[in-house]
């Protein structure tokens, strides 16, 4: 009976033993699968995110040197002019970098690129390729020579990344207007600026700036204009033997900046000189006293104030004296000037009697509501800000009223002006297309339509029988008015230092266009003559709408070349 249950209990413990090996081979042989699982699923991940990644990197332009991740220039927008010239576009170019951790002999690498690369910082260069780093820029935006004449070095450790790089097909025709980028592609003057302001610098910080999906930005500036325009100044700053000159077209109906100008100017595919001071763009960033030019707002101000017209007279028989000041007239006629006769005759007298007639309030609250106070508003980063008198005084008034006292714009006295020819709408100047009824909606009235009409006559008046007789341009109705301002030095005006304007209309039946030229410090042309406005501003006025007016679709007509009459008004 005891060996019989020790035989059972034996062939029990067998049959339990046997149960839980296989519950252990059963249990461990899950494990492992879940184990292989598991592997699989991370080796998965691994080479979907390699996959992922080599798909991005696919997706960006290729690398031809190579070399390892760094900073890549951003795309930019083409800028073109309203008829669709181009005026800024990228290129591809080629920039130098080393990788330190590779190059052999930095001494080597420096001798050899000093070959080709004269003006390297060797210094510099020498801390860069010791630093140890994976990746240093030495040389950016290369050319394609230099390129080729460093790849025959065979340096190892030294490559090439392609980048793009702003180039301006017209170099400095446009080159206040359209500006600069940096080294980075982006935009740090002129409308290249106000373009990343708009939101492309956001774009380019996000990786979106694809060159495929940037569209073409459009200015209404007309390149044959421009190339007219800076032809006209250039040949007028070497003629008068000035120190600078400008000029801009401005479309009276729209605001729209057709053209401008200004010399010395720089290149913007070579900017080494762009911050000279003497390179100041001075159409819209810098201010000066402009002279007689500021005539044409005194008496715009006299006739829309309702207590003148162009019957009104004003006794220009001896001088006024006020102060310490003494206003006297250039070339005087000594006695009572009907109101065409002042603006024509230029009197300082006449002026300043007409601004005494609205009176200092009233003379200062014009000339702010027609925007030669406030700094301009317009897409254009460099505005300079006006100056005027910190409190005005009689004195002031009476001075501001020929043009001395008060500084503004060039640019801006062209916008204003334009208000006195369009029916007396004041608009922002654009450098963007815009349309007439664009033009209107954002405008605002600013003189009553009679005040137009009265100062058109008295700008084509003074074409035929005034200072801007020298403006004539057979066919195109010309009128305007000059300006000769004398310069500030040490503290006192200098009578043969001069700032001289010339401010014109076209065609004056119906003005479609505003041309304003400025000529810094001219000297005589000849031994013996002056140098006035008449004779140097004027005529870079007649050559610009000659030039010109065809381009801007004025046709001429010859039906009205008639004297105009002096009008009589009850």
């Known amino acids: 009976m005891m060996r019989l249950w020790r035989k059972r209990l034996s062939r029990g413990q067998g049959s339990t033993a046997s149960i839980v090996v296989d519950g252990a081979r059963k249990a461990t042989g899950g494990r492992t699968k879940n184990r292989v699982v598991m592997t699989m699923a991370v080796f998965f991940g691994i080479y979907a995110t390699i996959a992922g990644r080599l798909v991005y990197l696919g997706m960006l332009e290729p690398d031809e040197g190579g070399g390892p991740a760094s900073r890549v220039t951003a795309s930019r927008p083409d800028i073109v002019d309203r008829n669709g010239e181009v005026l800024a576009t990228d290129i591809k170019t080629a920039s130098l970098f080393a990788e330190p951790r590779r190059v052999v002999d930095a001494d080597e690498v420096i001798e050899k690129l000093s070959t080709v690369l004269p003006d390297i910082d060797v210094e510099q260069t020498y801390k860069k390729l010791k630093s140890g780093t994976g990746f240093v820029w030495l040389k950016r935006q290369l050319t394609p020579k230099q390129q080729h004449d460093i790849m025959q070095l065979g340096l190892p450790g030294i490559g090439f990344r392609t980048e793009k790089r702003r180039f301006y097909p017209g170099g400095p025709t446009a080159s206040h207007i359209l500006g600069l980028t940096n080294i980075d592609n982006q935009g740090i003057a002129g409308m290249e600026k106000y373009i990343d302001d708009q939101g492309l610098a956001d774009l380019q910080a996000s990786g979106l700036a694809v060159a495929k999906d940037l569209k073409p930005v459009r200015l ?12 006209e100044i250039a040949r007028a700053m070497e003629k008068y033997n000035a120190i600078a000159a400008g000029a801009v077209v401005l479309n009276v109906k729209t605001g ?37 030019t500021i005539k044409t707002f005194t008496t715009a101000m006299a006739l829309d104030s309702g207590k003148v017209n162009l019957n009104s007279t004003f006794d220009a028989t001896k001088p006024i004296t006020i102060g310490r000041q003494t206003i006297r007239d250039f070339h005087g006629k000594g006695r009572v000037l009907t109101v065409p006769e ?21 003379h200062r609250d014009f000339l702010k509501r027609i925007g030669l106070l406030d700094r301009l508003q317009t897409e254009l980063p460099e505005v300079a800000r006006p100056t005027e008198p910190k409190v005005w005084k009689k004195v002031h008034s009476i001075t501001i009223s020929f043009g001395h006292g008060m500084s503004t714009t060039p640019l801006q006295t062209a916008v204003g002006t334009a208000a006195l020819m369009n029916g007396g709408r004041l ?24 005040t137009s009409e009265d100062m058109r006559y008295l700008y084509r008046l003074n074409a035929e029988k005034g200072s801007g007789r020298r403006a004539e341009v057979p066919g195109y109705r010309v009128g305007g008015k000059t300006g000769t301002a004398e310069k500030v030095v040490n503290g006192r005006y200098a009578p043969n230092v001069r700032f001289n304007a010339f401010l014109a ?16 410090e001219p000297k005589p042309e000849k031994p013996g003559m002056s140098a006035t406005a008449g004779l140097n501003a004027a005529p870079v006025v007649a050559n610009i ?25 009850d």
């Open 220 to 231: 209404s500036i007309d390149l044959r204009v421009q190339h007219i325009v800076r032809d």
């Open 256 to 292: 729209e900046v057709l053209a401008m100008a200004s010399v010395p100017d720089f290149d913007p595919n070579n900017p080494h000189n762009a911050l000279d001071k003497d390179r100041l763009n001075r159409m819209s960033a810098g201010v000066y006293e402009m002279g007689s």
């Open 342 to 362: 002042v603006f024509i005759y230029s009197s300082n007298i006449g002026s300043a009697r007409e601004a005494d007639v609205v009176g200092i309030e009233g």
């Open 427 to 450: 608009m922002n100047p654009t450098f963007l297309p815009r349309t007439e009824e664009e033009a209107m909606a954002a405008s605002r009235q600013v003189v009553n339509a009679r």
């Open 505 to 520: 209309a076209f065609p004056m039946d119906d003005p479609q266009y505003v041309v304003l030229s400025i000529v810094d």
């Open 545 to 569: 709408i000659r030039r010109s007016a065809s381009f801007l679709g004025v046709k001429p007509d010859f039906s009205h070349e008639t004297q105009a009459t002096l009008v009589s008004y």
